[in-house]
């Protein structure tokens, strides 16, 4: 199995910052993409950026220029740094994994973390 546990939401003022991390854990493992998806009051999950495991990034056109994906390989974590926080940015932000496990045999998972808030409020 492969855990995944996210930190750093809070509350922010607007035009703010805030650093969420995602924890990856488990055994004979490793992370192929990772994303961070977010959901706001009343609204569908939406996408706002993924990170392949050679570095490439996609972000959603509401976050490009102030939201930054990366990622640590040899931590097994990943980073969602945002800037210029705006209150429509408020919602839980949940981290995404797609993950190869080696024991007998190869399986491939999709894995999703609890969810951390980040509230942006004057």
């Known amino acids: 199995q492969v855990h995944l546990v996210e930190s750093g939401g809070g509350l922010v003022h607007p035009g703010g910052s805030l650093r969420l991390s995602c924890a990856a854990s488990?055994?004979?493992?490793?992370?192929?993409?990772m994303g961070w998806y977010r959901q706001a009051p009343g609204k569908e999950r939406e996408l706002v950026a993924n990170?392949?495991?050679?570095?490439?990034?996609n972000y959603a056109d509401s976050v490009k220029g102030r939201f930054t994906i990366s990622r640590d390989n040899a931590k097994n974590t990943g980073y969602l740094q945002m800037n210029s926080l705006k209150p429509e940015d408020t919602a839980v932000y949940y981290c995404?994994?797609?993950?190869?496990?080696?024991?007998?045999?190869?399986?491939?998972?999709?894995?999703w973390g609890q969810g951390t808030l980040a509230t942006v409020s004057s």
């Open positions: 995404n994994a797609n993950a190869r496990v080696r024991t007998w045999y190869t399986r491939y998972l999709e894995v």
């Open positions: 488990g055994s004979s493992f490793s992370i192929l993409s």
């Open positions: 990170i392949t495991s050679g570095g490439r990034t």
